[in-house]
């Protein structure tokens, strides 16, 4: 049986045929690291226009983005204080309508700009500022806007943001505390007492369904834009979610509040982890319809062609930790292993059977065979990091990849892993290995011609996706990247540190586009 059969028998046929059975090449973006001629201190939806062009320009046609939902005053991408609603932190303020009539706004336009040339994200000043604006543009503006058809459109369609823009508001009014210190009237409200809520504070939250509105248009527009150029737009949506957002507060029963998701002891870590994330009550979700994680991927569907599943392994089975309790004390919720494979076959068919959108699947790290077989009856890729596919429980050497399966993507680093020239760098050991599988000589430094033999490679596995990181391709080019390797490196998981969601990649937007050099060694890379 050929792939396309193969394929044709699996739940996600229907998204295969949308998507295309060939190959995709394309990079990994998180939004903030990048920055254009007309950003505001971080990257910005429409700054991925150009980006599309010229990723097209070099063969590719897919672009992965991590995740967008508005994480508050948090950095990390994966702690979202909402399921569904889009980060303001990245609206491209020069392209709404009129904002250069607002009072102040060449002025903090330009601080704005300043901020671009720092080598990290200042994310309190750029939220700061941006607000500002936001703010006195939206009181000289929102008589208007809040009348016209497309934001009472976007007011019908997405019954979620209402909710959302409460939360944020109470957020604001207690200091940002977690909503289960707010007064009781705020922490659970009567029916009556939302109502009053809503009523006490409509400007604000108004103001919020404002930006909300900005941001779904701005976003949309990229992928609308990418459609007419038959280019794919891949979205990440995390299995988890804080307990701190408006979703857990609105939907108690959906959560197990006292249980925390994380890891067991393992190789890497032995004493496992705690990530302080509820668990999902799977059985409530069902007698409910799975109506939130519908609304979710309705919501995604907007914005995004396909997308990641962070840690699809969870919806088999997840480690949870009960209070009080280390993370060596917790224990797989489904506990019964005999059930792990229907429980998260039946969560697999839900979201296939409500999105369009083609999951891929992060099943990176121990991820036990019969999950793996699962994925693959439904079609549903998983990911391949060139450096860790090795025959662990033999001889421990590398697989080559052709002899991956192309329900797959290849990569060859992700956000959470050194990037290549750092793993060279800081793993000898491991690179050594790799030089003897490839039949190199090593070499303390990552050549030129190493790099660009690896990446390389990665575009021509067996795989049907292969997607890197934007700035391993920088990688070939010293002056396209940070002097000081770690300072690539976008997030260092189980640490707390400033750097971390903070990079800034070295070259704006128009400098990337117009680099002769670095477009012919990636066109080189893909064909």
Known sequence: MDLKETLQQSAAWRQWEDVAIKNHHGIVIPLFAIHSKNSCGIGEYLDLIPLIDWCKSVGMDIIQLLPLNDTGMDKS???ALSAYALNPIHITIHAIKGIETTPGYHELF?????????????????????????KAYYHRHHNSITKTAGYQQFLAKNSWATNYALFKTLKEINSWQHWECWPQAMKTPSEQEYKQLLDEHKDPVRFHLFVQYCCYNQLKKVKEYASANNFLIKGDIPILLSKDSADVWEKRE???LDLSAGAPPDFYNQEGQSWGFPVYNWEEMEKQ???????????????????????????????????????????????????????????????????????????????????????KELGICGT?????????????????PDKYIPESLTTVSTHDADTLVLWWKDFPEEAKAYCLY????????????????????????HSLFHINLLNEYLSLFPHLVHKNPEDERINIPGKILERNWSIRFVPSVEEITADKALHKAVRDVVK
């Not at 969560?347 to 077989?373: A, K």
């Not at 490839?438 to 690896?454: A, H, R």
């Open 254 to 256: 959906l959560f197990f």
């Open 438 to 461: 490839k039949q190199w000589e090593y070499n303390t430094i990552l050549s030129y011609e190493k790099l660009k033999d690896i990446l390389k490679e990665s575009h021509h596995t």
């Open 77 to 79: 991408p994966y702690n």
């Open 289 to 375: 319809g799975y109506c939130w994680w519908k609304q979710r991927l309705e919501v995604a569907e907007n914005f995004y062609h396909t997308y990641r599943i962070d840690h699809i392994v969870g919806f088999f089975r997840i480690w949870t930790i009960p209070p009080g309790k280390t993370a060596k004390e917790g224990k797989f919720f489904p506990e019964e292993e005999s059930i792990w494979i229907a429980h998260g076959k039946k969560i697999m068919l839900m979201m296939l059977d409500s999105s369009l959108m083609l999951p891929i699947g992060e099943d990176l790290g121990v991820v036990p065979n019969d999950v793996r077989s699962s994925l």
């Open 384 to 400: 391949k990091v060139m450096r860790w596919e090795r025959y662990w429980e033999e001889d421990q050497r590398f697989i080559p």
């Open 110 to 134: 330009s601080q704005l700009q300043q901020l671009n040339k720092r080598s990290h994200i200042d994310y309190r000043k750029v939220r700061e500022y941006k607000t500002r604006l936001l």
